[in-house]
């Protein structure tokens, strides 16, 4: 299995996708392989107006694929969401899959917190490994302030790629 965490936050604006961007650079840079699967509730689209692939979409295709030698990807039509789990499944050849979002499923959570957002944290705290913060709370959880981005990232290896 490969292992997945979320990370998380009360409210939009607060950084996650920051703090997220800098995890995996410093993974990245470890020598890890990354998946990340961020969570939409307002839909998106990836495709272009005009596009071979937007065209072959509104023709009526259910899933298009775009393939290059760099990177390949798969666009889908689909009349309901997927699961977290199921979208987790396929994805492959990678080390760690880390979710931006998905703040009321049952993966291990890393939280951002900024004290000018909100008042008090959004997870409870056995759903926390990690707090990434301005603010210190009094808990036995492992909290950390925005720079320490080596530091989470060695908790991180440490929790969920086996270090060593």
Request: proline share 3%.
């Amino acid at each position: 299995m490969i292992p997945v965490f979320s990370v998380v936050g009360s409210k939009s604006g607060v950084g996650k996708t920051t703090v997220l961007c800098n995890i995996i650079k410093e993974l990245k840079n470890r020598g890890y392989r990354i998946g990340t699967v961020k969570h939409n509730v307002h839909g998106f689209d990836m495709d272009r107006p005009g596009k071979d692939t937007w065209l072959h979409r509104a023709a009526g295709a259910s899933v298009v694929a775009a393939v290059s030698p760099e990177r390949m990807a798969i666009i889908e039509e689909s009349n309901e969401e997927y699961s977290l789990d199921d979208v987790i499944n396929k994805i492959q050849n990678v080390d760690i899959i880390i979710t931006e979002g998905y703040k009321s499923k049952n993966k291990p959570k890393l939280e951002v917190f900024r004290k000018e957002a909100s008042e008090e944290l959004y997870s409870k705290d056995e759903e926390l490994f990690c707090i990434v913060t301005d603010k210190h709370f009094d808990k036995n959880i492992p909290q950390f302030d925005f720079s320490q981005v080596k530091e989470i990232t060695d908790l991180i290896e440490d929790k969920f790629l086996n270090k060593g």
